[in-house]
Structures are given as structure tokens and as C-alpha cells.
T-cell receptor, first 111, second 116 residues
Framework: GEDVEQSLFLSVREGDSSVINCTYT??????LYWYKQEPGAGLQLLTY?????DMKQDQRLTVLLNKKDKHLSLRIADTQTGDSAIYFC???????????FGTGTQLKVEL | EAGVAQSPRYKIIEKRQSVAFWCNPI?????LYWYQQILGQGPKLLIQ????????DSQLPKDRFSAERLKGVDSTLKIQPAKLEDSAVYLC??????????????FGPGTRLTVL
């Protein structure tokens, strides 16, 4: 089955850029997603990218996809304390309906 | 638009007891998902419904877990009997239509289950 890996923890200073990385194994993935989870809350979709794209920019968020290396990254520009949360990479297969989530990266933003 | 509703938010039971969780998806959403999220891990799909039919339950431990969506709207997930390793957050999600390639899933706040 699909395997999705992320680093567990990232710490940055407020105002810096954050880069969260994700690797996956299934090359038949259609859409790839980034979700944010704050304590005690469900998952919130931040952004997504279709598998035939290399890059997508959405305000402070930039998603890069390297299909050859099966590598996905999320860059958050001008990181704020409100960005502190766990970020999950998710890979969609089966027409995009079945999501396989990574282990999550906890982002801590320090003043 | 109201989001996905789940209840209860928290539940503590002893092992071998039974427990049930309820989910009300966003109105009009055809597809409903139940995920299990163990502490420190990403959500894992347990079961997916399309209207009131099961699309995928390959990762549902069917000896103890059951789920239903009788009228194609709200859904219940039951565990009977519970084991210690069932301690997790159970997330419900819904999405509008499986016929489009991009099909965003909207998540509820989850039910945190602790099995003692």
C-alpha cells in the first residue's frame, strides 16, 4: 500500500520561512494535499496540488511537487505564531477519493 | 454552512466495554469517511460510505468494529468489545461527490476515546 513519510518536528522563528517535506511511494497518486491540525480540532485543508503540476502558490503557501523523486513540500512564507500546528501531507489515489496521510510534522514558531 | 458534527467529543471506557460514535456530515455530501488517528500518527481510513453503501472497509477490524449509514445521511461507528489499542481520536469526514477527480474531504472535530 501507499507509504507517506514526514519529519516529525520543525522549529522556526517568527517571520522566517518554514519548509515541511513529505515523501510518498505510490506513483499513481492523483491529488496531493496539505492539512493543518490544531490542538483539539479536526483537520483543515490548506492547499492541494494536482499530480501533473510542479508548483502551486496560494498567498503565503507554496507547494512544490517532484514526481520523479516522489517528494512534496510545503513552504510557508513569513511564518507566524498562529501557524504553530501539526501539518499532514496526504496522497490521494483511486480517483482522489482515498487519502493516505503522513505521520505529521509539528511546526513550532518561536518569537 | 454547518460543518461535520461528531459526538461525543470525549469518551472514557474500560477494556471489553462497548462504545458508539455518531457523525452528521455536511448536508448534501454523498460520501462519508471514518478515520482512526492514534496519538503521534496520521489518520488512517477505517471505512468509506457512498450514500448508504460501503465503498471501502478494507482496514476496518471487522471482528470488533462496525459502522452503518442507514439513510445515507448520519452514521454511527461502534466498537465491541474495546481493546487498549483502540485508544485514539476517531475522525469523521464528508465530501460532496465521488464523481469528480478533486473531491475535498471536510473533517469533524473528532471523538477522543480512552480505553483503560
Amino acid at each position: 500500500g501507499e507509504d507517506v513519510e514526514q519529519s516529525l518536528f520543525l522549529s522556526v522563528r517568527e517571520g522566517d520561512s518554514s519548509v515541511i517535506n513529505c515523501t510518498y511511494t505510490d506513483s499513481s497518486s492523483t491529488y496531493l494535499y496539505w492539512y493543518k491540525q490544531e490542538p483539539g480540532a479536526g483537520l483543515q485543508l490548506l492547499t492541494y496540488i494536482f499530480s501533473n503540476m510542479d508548483m502551486k502558490q496560494d498567498q503565503r503557501l507554496t507547494v512544490l511537487l517532484n514526481k520523479k523523486d516522489k517528494h512534496l513540500s510545503l513552504r510557508i512564507a513569513d511564518t507566524q505564531t498562529g501557524d504553530s500546528a501539526i501539518y499532514f501531507c496526504a496522497v490521494g489515489t483511486g480517483g482522489g477519493n482515498k487519502l493516505t496521510f503522513g505521520t505529521g510534522t509539528q511546526l513550532k514558531v518561536e518569537l | 454552512e454547518a460543518g461535520v458534527a461528531q459526538s461525543p467529543r470525549y469518551k472514557i471506557i474500560e477494556k471489553r466495554q462497548s462504545v458508539a460514535f455518531w457523525c452528521n456530515p455536511i448536508s448534501g455530501h454523498a460520501t462519508l469517511y471514518w478515520y482512526q488517528q492514534i496519538l503521534g500518527q496520521g489518520p488512517k481510513l477505517l471505512i468509506q460510505f457512498q450514500n448508504n453503501g460501503v465503498v471501502d472497509d478494507s482496514q476496518l477490524p471487522k471482528d470488533r468494529f462496525s459502522a452503518e449509514r442507514l439513510k445515507g445521511v448520519d452514521s454511527t461507528l461502534k466498537i465491541q468489545p474495546a481493546k487498549l489499542e483502540d485508544s485514539a481520536v476517531y475522525l469523521c469526514a464528508s465530501s460532496p461527490s465521488p464523481t469528480v477527480l478533486y473531491n475535498e474531504q471536510f473533517f469533524g472535530p473528532g471523538t477522543r476515546l480512552t480505553v483503560l
